[in-house]
């Protein structure tokens, strides 16, 4: 059973940068499609990033194009979201979610289950990590 679980995150400035860390147990990444979410309250989750299983695809929402990135580690079995450029409206808490065998994230797709912004594709999520951007 695969478990995730996300660090990294705090407060930070506007025009400040974060690294959030996404560490998996109980099975390698390999093979698995990672996506970012946030979620504010009262709001539904918001998709941020997928890079799907093969990391051929990568698909980014538009509010992050350009700032957000996403990197992995295999040999730490770890995943990152590098932040940079931070504005106060990325203020959320920030969840990392896997699924099995999944080679949509396509930035091309308008369907949430082939671009990989839904939750609706994943099966195992971290518990979230709080971000908040603020002078």
């Known amino acids: 059973q695969l478990q995730l679980v996300e660090s990294g995150g705090g407060l930070v400035q506007p025009g400040g940068s974060l690294r959030l860390s996404c560490a998996a147990s109980?099975?390698?990444?390999?093979?698995?499609?990672i996506g970012w979410f946030r979620q504010v309250p009262g709001k539904e989750r918001e998709g941020v990033l997928c890079?799907?299983?093969?990391?051929?695809?990568?698909n980014y929402a538009d509010s992050v194009k350009g700032r957000f990135t996403i990197s992995r580690d295999k040999a730490k079995n770890t995943v990152y979201l590098e932040m940079n450029s931070l504005k106060p409206e990325d203020t959320a808490v920030y969840y990392c979610?896997?699924?099995?065998?999944?080679?949509?994230?396509?930035?091309?797709?308008?369907?949430?289950?082939?671009?990989?912004?839904?939750?609706?594709?994943?099966?195992?999520w971290g518990q979230g990590t709080q971000v908040t951007v603020s002078s």
């Open positions: 979610a896997a699924v099995y065998g999944y080679l949509y994230c396509s930035p091309y797709a308008s369907d949430p289950l082939e671009n990989g912004m839904g939750p609706g594709p994943y099966e195992y």
């Open positions: 109980g099975s390698t990444l390999d093979y698995y499609a």
């Open positions: 890079i799907n299983s093969s990391g051929g695809n990568t």
